[in-house]
C-alpha cells in the first residue's frame, strides 16, 4: 500500500513502467468502452478550449498576460482527462512505448489511436454544437463568438509545414504532462505536473489537434 499512497513521487524507471502497463490496458479495451472514454476526452479538450477563449476574448488584457492566463485555463482539458479518465488521441501516443516494447501489437497500437482519434473529434464536435446553441458565443457582447471564429480562421489558414511542426512541439509537451503526472500519487500532484507544459505549449501557439477540431467545429455553427 506504501507504494500507491506514498508521499513521494514515482521515480522515472517507475513512471516508464507505468505507462507501458497502462498503455497495454488502453490497447486492450473494448472498441465500446474505448470508443465512449474517446468521446468524453474530446469534449474535455473542448472545455479547456472553451475556457481559454473566454480569456482571449478580452481585448483589454496585454498579449503575453491574456496568453498566459488563458493557457492556464486550457489546462481544464487535460487535468479533466487524465483525473477523470479517458482516452486522448494526443496522450495516447505514448502508446509507442508498449508497441516498442513488444507488449502491444501494431494492429492494437493502430485500433487504438485510430477509434480514439474519430471519437475525440465527434466529442470535441458535439460540444461545440451544445455550447453553440447555450448562446454562450454571445457573451461579452459576442466578444467570445467573434474570437471563436478568429481563432478557427488563422488556424485554417496556417502554412501546412508551420501546422504540422506547431502539432509536434504540442504533442512532447502533451506527452511529457501525461508522463509527469504518472509520478504524481495526488489530484494535486497531477495538478501542478500538467499545468505547466501544457500553458507552456498553449501560450507559445502550438497546435493541439483535438481542440483544433473543437475550434473548426464553430466554423460550420
Excluded at 26 to 42: E, F, H, T, V, Y
Excluded at 188 to 212: R, Y
Aim: glycine share 10%; aromatic share 10%.
Amino acid at each position: 500500500m506504501s507504494e500507491v499512497y506514498g508521499s513521494d513521487a514515482f521515480s522515472p524507471q517507475q513512471i516508464a513502467e507505468r505507462v507501458r502497463n497502462i498503455g497495454i490496458v488502453k490497447a486492450r479495451l473494448p472498441l465500446l468502452s474505448m470508443a465512449m472514454l474517446g468521446l468524453l476526452a474530446g469534449a474535455f479538450i473542448g472545455l479547456g478550449a472553451l475556457y481559454y477563449t473566454l480569456v482571449v476574448s478580452d481585448p483589454q488584457l496585454s498579449f503575453a498576460t491574456g496568453r498566459v492566463l488563458a493557457a492556464v485555463c486550457f489546462s481544464l482539458g487535460l487535468l479533466l482527462v487524465v483525473v477523470a479518465g479517458a482516452e486522448l488521441f494526443t496522450g495516447n501516443n505514448l502508446l509507442a512505448m508498449a508497441w516498442a516494447g513488444g507488449q502491444v501489437s501494431t494492429l492494437e497500437l493502430l485500433r487504438n489511436w485510430m477509434v480514439v482519434c474519430v471519437a475525440n473529434f465527434i466529442g470535441a464536435a458535439l460540444l461545440a454544437v451544445l455550447v453553440y446553441l447555450s448562446g454562450h458565443a454571445g457573451a461579452n457582447g459576442g466578444a467570445v463568438g467573434r474570437a471563436y471564429l478568429a481563432i478557427a480562421a488563422a488556424k485554417s489558414t496556417m502554412p501546412l509545414g508551420e501546422l504540422f511542426f506547431r502539432g509536434v512541439l504540442c504533442n512532447v509537451l502533451v506527452c511529457m504532462a501525461v508522463w509527469m503526472a504518472l509520478a504524481g500519487r495526488s489530484v494535486t500532484d497531477k495538478f501542478f505536473a500538467i499545468v505547466l507544459p501544457v500553458s507552456a505549449f498553449v501560450a507559445a501557439g502550438f497546435e493541439h489537434s483535438v481542440a483544433n477540431m473543437f475550434f473548426f467545429r464553430w466554423r460550420c455553427c
